[in-house]
């Protein structure tokens, strides 16, 4: 039916977290702030979930006052009738890395956090189903179950998400198949993204159709 992403970090720029570059907040060398160089990945996991995306509404804002957004809130729209919202955040709070989904059903909910490291103490996954107390899921059982059948050690102390990107990406490789996600799957992301920045300047909603014709 329906689902909600937040999606907050640390700004990773020398000006606020002392020791961070601080390109990111130039729009030169960055392109966008907190919508285009965090939260494509969430735009990402968005189509992945929901399918194609065919309308955005955005506003933004610059509160740390660089030329690139440090808030963006987004209504997105998909094919398949499901609507969404995403509020991406760049703040002033150092160590904080955390992105949070919520998934609607007509007669369930799931509830997901998550962090850059993969067995983060903010991971959690609750499921809510019609007639059925809240279940807590063990994360780290499932977590261990998976890696053990994707080949990895299961007691590896650290991993960061984009290891399991580049372990496909590998794998595709070895196999001789289209990698996954591929191309494709990066231009969607980019259109919400797109799509979301034009919305903010005009002040209306923007189609992805539109984009594709310019």
């Given at each position: 039916?329906?689902?909600?992403?937040?999606?907050?970090q640390?700004?990773?720029?020398?000006?606020?977290?002392?020791?961070?570059?601080?390109?990111?907040?130039?729009?030169?060398?960055?392109?966008?702030?907190?919508?285009?160089?965090?939260?494509?990945?969430?735009c990402d996991?968005?189509?992945?979930?929901?399918?194609p995306?065919?309308?955005?509404?955005?506003?933004?804002?610059?509160?740390?006052g660089?030329?690139?957004?440090d808030v963006a809130?987004?209504?997105?729209?998909?094919?398949?009738?499901?609507?969404?919202?995403?509020?991406?955040?760049?703040?002033?709070?150092?160590?904080?890395?955390e992105?949070?989904?919520?998934?609607?059903?007509?007669?369930?909910?799931?509830?997901?956090?998550?962090?850059?490291?993969?067995?983060?103490?903010?991971?959690?996954?609750?499921?809510k189903?019609?007639?059925?107390p809240?279940?807590?899921?063990?994360?780290?059982?499932?977590?261990?179950?998976?890696?053990?059948?994707?080949?990895?050690?299961p007691?590896?102390?650290?991993f960061?998400?984009?290891?399991?990107?580049?372990a496909?990406?590998?794998?595709?490789?070895?196999?001789?198949?289209?990698?996954?996600?591929?191309?494709?799957?990066?231009?969607?992301?980019?259109e919400?993204?797109?799509?979301?920045?034009?919305?903010?300047?005009?002040?209306?909603p923007?189609?992805?159709?539109?984009?594709?014709?310019?």
């Amino acid at each position: 039916m329906a689902y909600l992403i937040r999606d907050d970090q640390f700004w990773p720029t020398g000006s606020v977290v002392p020791g961070h570059t601080s390109w990111r907040a130039e729009r030169a060398q960055a392109g966008g702030g907190a919508l285009l160089e965090h939260s494509i990945h969430s735009c990402d996991v968005a189509c992945w979930l929901f399918g194609p995306v065919v309308r955005v509404y955005a506003t933004t804002r610059h509160v740390f006052g660089f030329d690139v957004e440090d808030v963006a809130a987004l209504t997105i729209e998909h094919d398949s009738g499901v609507v969404g919202t995403l509020v991406t955040v760049f703040n002033g709070v150092r160590d904080r890395e955390e992105r949070r989904i919520e998934i609607f059903f007509e007669r369930a909910a799931v509830e997901a956090t998550t962090d850059f490291i993969v067995g983060a103490p903010e991971d959690s996954l609750l499921l809510k189903q019609d007639g059925s107390p809240a279940e807590q899921l063990d994360v780290d059982a499932l977590r261990r179950s998976r890696f053990a059948a994707d080949g990895f050690d299961p007691n590896r102390e650290v991993f960061v998400y984009q290891y399991f990107g580049y372990a496909a990406f590998a794998a595709a490789l070895r196999r001789g198949v289209d990698p996954t996600p591929g191309i494709a799957d990066a231009v969607r992301a980019h259109e919400v993204v797109e799509a979301g920045y034009r919305s903010a300047s005009t002040k209306g909603p923007v189609t992805v159709a539109s984009l594709q014709r310019a």
